[in-house]
């Protein structure tokens, strides 16, 4: 199938190719085709995709936090109405509770528009996985160093001037090493 339209420049041929499917699985031509967000905005809005919405307000969500805070966050899980951040380390956990958790809290109620799925969220709260928390109180092994026995016997010739610093401090290492041969 194939349209002509008359133009100012003369008569000009447009083939009709399918572009779109409408609602009713029926194919529309000369519709423009919806760009990629467009798309996925469509099927975000569908009941069976409420967790990949609500998984990336989240994503935009982990965009406002602190760098540092960024880089020690494992994930972030939704639950009873609350949002619990796991994290790597404790000390930017404890960090996270203390000054950013209402700031976030407030964030989310007041940009309704940008994160509906999260408004029925009440608290959020910041936390550290037990393999993480075990992994750092693990006792450590202290590497020891041995100790090696003094092979010299404090047999050398010091060729520094006898009145200097470091003739006397030769000598003082000659002596160390001839008293622990003792």
Same mark, same amino acid.
């Given at each position: 199938?194939?349209?002509?339209?008359?133009?100012?420049?003369?008569?000009?041929?447009?083939?009709?190719?399918?572009?779109?499917?409408?609602?009713?699985?029926?194919?529309?031509?000369?519709?423009?085709?919806?760009?990629?967000?467009?798309?996925?905005?469509?099927?975000?809005?569908?009941?069976?995709?409420?967790?990949?919405?609500?998984?990336?307000?989240?994503?935009?969500?982990?965009?406002?936090?602190?760098?540092?805070?960024?880089? !020690?966050?494992?994930?972030?899980?939704?639950?009873?109405?609350? $949002?619990? +951040?796991? /994290?790597?380390? *404790?000390? =930017?956990?404890?960090?996270?509770?203390?000054?950013?958790?209402?700031?976030?809290?407030?964030?989310?109620?007041?940009?309704?528009?940008?994160?509906?799925?999260?408004?029925?969220? !009440?608290?959020?709260?910041?936390?550290?996985?037990?393999?993480? $928390?075990? +992994?750092? /109180?693990?006792? *450590?092994? =202290?590497?020891?160093?041995?100790?090696?026995?003094?092979?010299?016997?404090?047999?050398?010739?010091?060729?520094?001037?006898?009145?200097?610093?470091?003739?006397?401090?030769?000598?003082?290492?000659?002596?160390?090493?001839?008293?622990?041969?003792?």
């Amino acid at each position: 199938m194939s349209k002509v339209r008359r133009t100012s420049f003369g008569i000009k041929r447009i083939s009709l190719i399918p572009t779109a499917i409408n609602t009713n699985n029926k194919i529309c031509y000369n519709h423009p085709m919806k760009n990629s967000q467009t798309i996925i905005s469509n099927i975000l809005k569908l009941p069976t995709f409420t967790k990949l919405k609500q998984q990336n307000e989240i994503a935009k969500l982990k965009i406002t936090l602190p760098l540092s805070i960024k880089n !020690s966050l494992l994930f972030v899980i939704p639950r009873n109405h609350q $949002l619990l +951040f796991a /994290f790597k380390n *404790q000390v =930017i956990c404890n960090e996270f509770n203390r000054y950013h958790t209402k700031k976030l809290l407030d964030f989310i109620q007041n940009n309704s528009t940008l994160f509906p799925s999260l408004l029925q969220v !009440s608290g959020v709260k910041g936390y550290v996985p037990h393999q993480y $928390l075990n +992994f750092h /109180f693990q006792t *450590q092994k =202290i590497f020891i160093a041995p100790a090696y026995p003094e092979r010299s016997f404090g047999i050398f010739t010091n060729h520094c001037e006898p009145n200097s610093n470091l003739f006397k401090l030769f000598e003082e290492i000659r002596s160390i090493i001839i008293n622990r041969h003792d």
